[in-house]
């Protein structure tokens, strides 16, 4: 049985890194047009923030949301807190609810799955070299 969970949390909880970060630029019109929409009617349930779960506020999907709720200068929003087995089946569930979100093309969809994949490849080849240069120092 899985532990996700729904509750509402103090926007300053949550935080955004890498690799989800960039993989779906917005701009600022739609930031704007969304936090003038959150302090007219408050922070809409129907959408929470999708965070991954013992991962201290780490955004999987919502990014506009919270980019929004901060600009509208809401205290709290809610998420729903989801499970993940790792960093990769995390990114695919990104990946998976953003492109269907979006009008993207063919291409457009292939470009910003490989940018997903690819910044996870650099970042874990990068933990990689240099753990293989720690175990090479000579002490």
């Known amino acids: 049985m899985s532990n996700n969970t729904f509750k509402e949390v103090p926007v ?4 955004i890194d890498s690799p989800f970060k960039d993989i779906f630029p917005f701009d600022d019109r739609a930031v704007t047009a969304i936090a003038d929409s959150m302090r007219e009617s408050g922070y809409d349930t129907a959408f929470p923030i999708v965070v991954w779960k013992d991962r201290e506020g780490l955004i999987v999907d919502g990014h506009l949301r919270f980019a929004a709720a901060q600009k509208a200068g809401l205290k709290s929003v809610f998420i729903f807190e989801k499970e993940f087995s790792d960093e ?3 990114l695919d569930y990104s990946l998976h609810h953003n492109l269907y979100r979006k009008s993207c093309t ?3 969809a292939i470009a910003i799955y490989e940018k997903g994949i690819m910044g996870v490849l650099c970042e874990a080849r ?3 070299l240099r753990n ?6 000579v002490k």
């Open 88 to 90: 990769e089946q995390a």
């Open 126 to 128: 990068g933990k990689l």
């Open 12 to 15: 300053s909880s949550l935080r």
């Open 106 to 108: 063919d291409d457009e």
């Open 132 to 137: 293989a240069r720690k175990a090479c120092e």
